[in-house]
T-cell receptor
């Protein structure tokens, strides 16, 4: 079992550009959540996808969007990049065993380090 | 406002020593509290998860405690090893919210 995988591992972009990050969930998991982790800070919840729909969203602007595919993999898209978007982007997967996704065990991927210049 | 505060911000101990990390929260209502270990440049890995009715949970040399009345949790690490060097993050869930603490950066030195 490969666990949660993310690509790419590192990415450098310039302000105003757009970026797409990818995540493959752990085998048997159908729910994917995305987090932004600034240096020295804890992760901040961006949104969660289940059944190809955004189910929950944190306090992030519409520049942050996502998608989930029928095979449960997911993409995070960020438009009009700002310097402040530089962070480690984490993907976490879980199986929706319980209605409240926050009670389900989440497994994190290694993250994608995004640097915006 | 729902918040999770962790202390200390960073900690250095010698190999073989014990240490205790603290987590105070104001998340309400409360559903569960998790401790994660995050190695540098890696994703967090779950250590323990506790619900309202649990006040102690162990995972090898890691023991987490929860006092839901005072809204405090601690993570005790016994007989520390060099591989324990990492950030330890407390996550509290409840209602429509899931809050991550900023973490405690632990360094274990030989």
């Amino acid at each position: 079992d490969a666990g949660v995988t993310q690509s790419p591992t590192h990415l450098i972009k310039t302000r105003g550009q757009q970026v797409t990050l990818r995540c493959s969930p752990k085998s048997g998991h159908d729910t994917v959540s995305w987090y932004q982790q600034a240096l020295g800070q804890g992760p901040q919840f961006i949104f969660q996808y289940y059944e190809e729909e955004e189910r929950q969203r944190g306090n992030f602007p519409d520049r942050f969007s996502g998608h989930q595919f029928p095979n449960y993999s997911s993409e995070l898209n960020v438009n009009a990049l700002l310097l402040g978007d530089s962070a480690l982007y984490l993907c976490a997967s879980s199986a929706l065993l319980l209605q409240d996704f926050r009670r389900n065990e989440q497994f994190f991927g290694p993250g994608t380090r995004l640097t915006v210049l | 406002k729902n918040q999770v505060e962790q202390s200390p911000q960073s900690l250095i101990i010698l190999e073989g020593k014990n240490c205790t990390l603290q987590c105070n929260y104001t998340v309400s209502p409360f559903s569960n509290l998790r401790w994660y270990k995050q190695d540098t440049g890696r994703g967090p890995v779950s250590l323990t998860i506790m619900t309202f009715s649990e006040n102690t949970k162990s995972n090898g040399r890691y023991t987490a405690t929860l006092d839901a009345d005072t809204k405090q949790s601690s993570l005790h690490i016994t007989a520390s090893q060099l591989s324990d060097s990492a950030s330890y993050i407390c996550v509290v869930s409840g209602g429509n919210d899931m809050r991550f603490g900023a973490g405690t950066r632990l360094t274990v030195k030989p």
